[in-house]
């Protein structure tokens, strides 16, 4: 498994026959700072937020409400939930990674139970 540090890069969740594979840009918040501050005090985001470790979430003090992806330690998508600001996510058994986005796009991209995604750092 790959070891981030704090920065920028893309997601690319994986097509199937049916559906292109979607970059999408990608933060990356590995630092407890970085994780910690997640999206409080934003009003929107641009692509994706990755939590890297995380197995919970929370939306207290969000300004809008957000879809998160839960992901295992093979970057699979586990649960996809859309949290409105002032909740508590449950943990998720297994969850190594969290994504975060502005609730509704991902389902867009394609990103559901069962897809694998990929991390490309920007150097």
Same mark, same amino acid.
């Given at each position: !498994?790959?070891?981030? %540090?704090?920065?920028? *890069?893309?997601? @690319?969740?994986?097509?199937?026959?049916?559906?292109?594979?979607?970059? @999408?840009? =990608?933060?990356?918040? &590995?630092?407890?700072?970085?994780?910690?501050?997640?999206? =409080?005090?934003?009003? #929107?985001?641009? *692509?994706?937020? $990755?939590?890297?470790?995380?197995? *919970?979430?929370? &939306?207290?003090?969000?300004?809008?409400?957000?879809?998160?992806?839960?992901?295992?330690?093979?970057?699979?998508?586990?649960?996809? %939930? &859309? !949290?409105?600001? *002032?909740? =508590?996510? $449950?943990?998720?058994?297994? #969850?190594?990674?969290? $994504?975060?986005?502005?609730?509704?796009? !991902?389902?867009?991209?394609? $990103?559901?139970?069962?897809?694998? @995604?990929?991390?490309?750092?920007?150097?």
């Amino acid at each position: !498994m790959a070891r981030w %540090r704090d920065g920028r *890069g893309k997601l @690319v969740v994986h097509g199937d026959g049916s559906r292109a594979a979607v970059a @999408v840009p =990608l933060e990356i918040a &590995t630092s407890y700072r970085a994780r910690t501050k997640g999206l =409080l005090g934003r009003d #929107s985001v641009d *692509g994706a937020i $990755l939590l890297s470790p995380a197995g *919970g979430i929370h &939306t207290f003090r969000m300004r809008i409400p957000i879809d998160v992806a839960y992901l295992d330690r093979h970057l699979t998508v586990m649960a996809v %939930r &859309t !949290m409105k600001p *002032g909740r =508590l996510g $449950l943990p998720r058994f297994r #969850s190594r990674h969290v $994504l975060e986005s502005e609730a509704g796009v !991902m389902a867009g991209w394609g $990103l559901d139970v069962g897809v694998r @995604v990929a991390v490309e750092v920007e150097s």
